[in-house]
């Protein structure tokens, strides 16, 4: 049986910084896992596009949205909107960005280990 793990997003063990936003890192020992926050004006293709260097966000989500709106535009073309308490996994091949004026906060328990790493 493992060890219990307990970590506090209010000490992340790394902040990573991009237009708009940032991504608080927590390294478990199940994998990382990450708190998107992003400030509207946001949108992917202007803000983290230039750290990754990808026409799309090659980066899989699976994670539990808490605040705010985001919409996705898949490279396909279906688009949809992610709203607080639901559930996401998006896979490779996105853009998005804020819908409003609230803060979009998402906890990522897939994407995180190198997005909008520099």
Known sequence: M????HLDFATPDETRT???G???ILNTAAGVVGRLTIEPGWRWSNDVKPIAGTDWCMAPHFGYHVAGTLHVQMADGAEFDVQPGQLVRIPPGHDAWVVGDETVVEVDFNG??????A
């Open 22 to 24: 940032r991504m608080d």
């Open 2 to 5: 493992g060890s219990v793990e």
């Open 112 to 117: 995180a280990t190198d997005y909008a790493r």
């Open 18 to 20: 991009f237009g708009h």
